[in-house]
């Protein structure tokens, strides 16, 4: 129970204090050390990431091709690839305590 507990004030404080973009990344690099590879399937959809980060599918689609577009990961149809991983790990930590 206890972990749990701190679990959750671990997902409230990302929510809170971690601004989008590094949420999203956090969420992305997340699922890539789950693959263990550079490209990952986009099993999650739109709405099931933006679900995980507190924001809407909408946001989410322009944060996906924001990074794309600064050359930080590929998007295609059936899956993700990390272009610069040290740049979407910079993403995921600014302002994380």
Known sequence: MAGRMSRVGEIVEELVFQPLPGRLASLLLGQFELAATDAIARDLTLDEMAARIGTTRE?????LYRF???GVIDVQRTELKIKDHDRLLEIANQLKG
């Open 59 to 63: 946001m989410v689609c322009k944060l």
């Open 68 to 70: 794309a577009g600064e």
